[in-house]
């Protein structure tokens, strides 16, 4: 079946315009995860979204940075007034519910902020 | 020796050779690890998990070894093929939080 799939893989924007990434989770996962990852560095958790529950917002690194996931699938992060700081691989990953952990990563989307 | 520009430990070893990641973690109450490999423009693969009930895991070409006293992980890579080029990385969760919490990674480079 199909993997996670994000989209777009690129993104190049202008420092303090929006942008928006998306995330298609594996069909069946309830739980969603955003990460990001500077150059040559480990991956930072962002957010996770499990099935109707208050998303754990707790890694977002300000208030520009919101996601959301409608009908409890599809995801999106916007990014508002984005910094040159803000350049990194944005990676969405899914998993089953709570209890198996093992999340499934998509191929992230390049975000370059210029 | 290390890599300059990722600035990552870098593991170079012989095509056929058996390779050894290894990991420390922080948390003594984390209870789940996993091992991803992370290719040139990809997102990171799943490769062995194991929980902390559990000393050693065996799966396909690859064993994770756990030692809970010195919070210490281990992969390793039986017949290391070029295929196996990549960053790989460790990450840790406390049961009921899913949040993985990452290692920096370690590239490892096999030499035909």
């Known amino acids: 079946g199909a993997g996670v799939s994000q989209s777009p893989s690129n993104k190049v924007t202008e420092k303090g315009k929006d942008v928006e990434l998306r995330c298609d989770p594996i069909s069946g996962h309830t739980a969603l995860y955003w990460y990001r990852q500077s150059l040559g560095q480990g991956l930072e958790f962002l957010i996770y979204?499990?099935?109707?529950?208050?998303?754990?917002k707790s890694g977002l690194p300000s208030d520009r940075f919101s996601a959301e996931r409608t009908g409890g699938s599809v995801s999106t992060l916007t990014i508002q007034r984005t910094q040159q700081e803000d350049s990194a691989v944005y990676l969405c990953?899914?998993?089953?519910?709570?209890?198996?952990?093992?999340?499934?990563f998509g191929p992230g989307t390049r975000l370059l902020v210029l | 020796g290390e890599s300059v520009g990722l600035h990552l430990p870098t593991l170079s070893v012989q095509e056929g050779d058996n390779s050894i990641i290894n990991c420390a973690y922080s948390?003594?109450?984390?209870?789940?690890f996993i091992w991803y490999k992370q290719e040139s423009g990809k997102g990171p693969q799943f490769i062995i998990d194991?929980?902390?009930?559990?000393d050693k895991r065996q799966g396909q070409r690859v064993t994770v070894l756990l030692n809970k006293t010195v919070k210490h992980l281990s992969l390793q890579i039986a017949a290391t093929q070029p295929g196996d080029s990549a960053v790989y990385f460790c990450a840790e969760s406390l049961h009921g939080n899913n949040r993985l919490a990452f290692g920096k990674g370690n590239q490892v480079v096999v030499i035909p």
């Open positions: 990953a899914s998993s089953f519910p709570s209890g198996t952990e093992t999340q499934y």
């Open positions: 948390n003594s109450a984390s209870d789940y």
């Open positions: 979204f499990q099935g109707n529950s208050a998303p754990d």
């Open positions: 194991i929980r902390s009930n559990m």
